[in-house]
């Protein structure tokens, strides 16, 4: 089984992380939520969530994919973690997935992951950043190898659908979706 890291920093966006946790969960995968310190994260509407374990106890163990939600001031947060970067370069050298939603993208810029592939953020998230050699997109999904990004709270079913796809196939992204009551996603 799949094993997914899902870190939480304070300011996180609470729609995105409950969304890509629920969701990878209701496909029976494995999912660890860490906290980059000690104790609940308040996101950025003010939701406490309570992470499983803290950022140093889950990075003893490897992971199949890392998926970083968004909002600010999570992302920054995460941005300026160097465990987080660790932890990218690891699952990355090992052959696994990374994933990152809304804001998030920029870590994964300042990480230096994103440069030849195709990405999606959420707006203006990336200004300001080296992007030159990244071909952005206004997609609300953007699968580029092993990298996958998303645009925002409003693409979090779809971008966790398509984390599903990729690590157990269309069959249980199928059976998730349509047990959310959801109509079958236009895959396009």
């Given at each position: ?17 409950v ?6 969960r209701?496909?029976?995968l ?9 104790g ?5 509407r ?5 992470p ?9 163990q490897?992971?199949?994919?890392i998926?970083?939600?968004g909002?600010?001031?999570?992302a920054?947060h ?10 990218l ?5 090992n052959?696994?997935?990374?994933a ?34 990244i071909a ?18 409003g693409?979090a079913?779809d971008?966790?659908l ?27």
């Amino acid at each position: 089984m799949a094993r997914i890291l899902v870190p939480l920093a304070q300011g996180c966006e609470e729609l995105e992380a409950v969304t890509i946790i629920d969701l990878l969960r209701r496909a029976r995968l494995e999912v660890v939520s860490a906290g980059l310190d000690a104790g609940p994260i308040t996101a950025s509407r003010g939701t406490r969530l309570l992470p499983d374990l803290t950022l140093d106890e889950a990075l003893k163990q490897d992971y199949d994919m890392i998926v970083l939600p968004g909002g600010l001031p999570g992302a920054d947060h995460l941005d300026r973690d160097p465990r987080i970067r660790q932890a990218l370069a690891r699952t990355a050298e090992n052959g696994g997935y990374i994933a990152a939603i809304c804001a998030a993208p920029k870590v994964l810029v300042n990480a230096g992951m994103l440069s030849g592939h195709r990405a999606t953020s959420f707006p203006g998230a990336l200004d300001g950043l080296w992007t030159d050699d990244i071909a952005l997109s206004d997609d609300p999904v953007v699968i580029d190898g092993r990298i996958i990004t998303s645009r925002g709270p409003g693409t979090a079913i779809d971008f966790t659908l398509a984390l599903i796809e990729l690590l157990v196939g269309e069959e249980i992204r199928d059976r998730v979706e349509e047990s959310l009551q959801r109509p079958a996603a236009h895959r396009g």
